[in-house]
């Protein structure tokens, strides 16, 4: 357990911040999850409707720290490819 007032203060601040990132990850697998369907079920105009809304929570994780950058350039990568791969 924190014994000074400042590592109790971190441990608040860690565990805000623990929600905050969780829920970003959750939104970004959402994303991913909803396009992935979408393509395998054949509906690729709709895939690549929603491939800027995708992109705009990976950067937003990016931009918090939530996700790596690399790891936001490879997401998009990937759902870039999908959507054109079957055509």
């Avoid at 990016?62 to 990568?77: C, P």
Wanted: net charge positive; aromatic share 2%.
């Amino acid at each position: 357990m924190a014994i000074t007032q400042a590592a109790k203060k971190a441990i608040r601040n860690s565990a805000k911040k623990a929600v905050f990132n969780l829920r970003r990850k959750r939104a970004v697998k959402d994303i991913e999850k909803k396009i992935d369907n979408l393509v395998s079920k054949g509906k690729l105009k709709e895939a690549k409707e929603m491939l800027p809304e995708a992109y705009k929570k990976i950067d937003k994780a990016v931009k918090g720290g939530t996700l790596k950058e690399n790891t936001g350039s490879r997401k998009k990568a990937r759902l870039s490819r999908i959507t054109k791969e079957n055509k």
